[in-house]
């Protein structure tokens, strides 16, 4: 998360999910646009950072977008829900996706 500046620990978590492999997108610690309630006072520059953020997601070409960051989960799908891409890719909460694996229980 970035205000909570909490990196490495999500992310060696992620990395012990058995998966086709793990993909890292360029610049994963920008902005997703969302900011608390920046992306409704400020719509079209909140959506203009989310393209860039999403830009790098799809170049990865994963059918799996993890976050820990709640704001940035709403914020990814609703460009996945833009874009048309629900049949293909989805976006989940790092703790979700460890509970779906089993990881963790419920």
Do not use: H, W
Not at 17 to 38: H, L
Not at 40 to 56: A, Q, R
């Amino acid at each position: 998360m970035n205000v909570q500046k909490v990196k490495d620990e999500p992310l060696s978590l992620l990395k012990q999910v058995k998966s086709k492999g793990y993909r890292e997108m360029n610049d994963k610690d920008q902005c997703c646009g969302f900011a608390g309630i920046y992306n409704i006072f400020n719509y079209d520059d909140s959506m203009e950072i989310l393209d860039s953020k999403m830009k790098n997601a799809k170049n990865t070409n994963a059918s799996i977008i993890v976050t820990s960051n709640t704001g940035c989960l709403l914020q990814m799908k609703l460009d996945i829900q833009r874009e048309g891409l629900e049949k293909s890719v989805r976006a989940v909460q790092l703790v979700d996706l460890l509970v779906e694996v089993g990881a963790v229980s419920k």
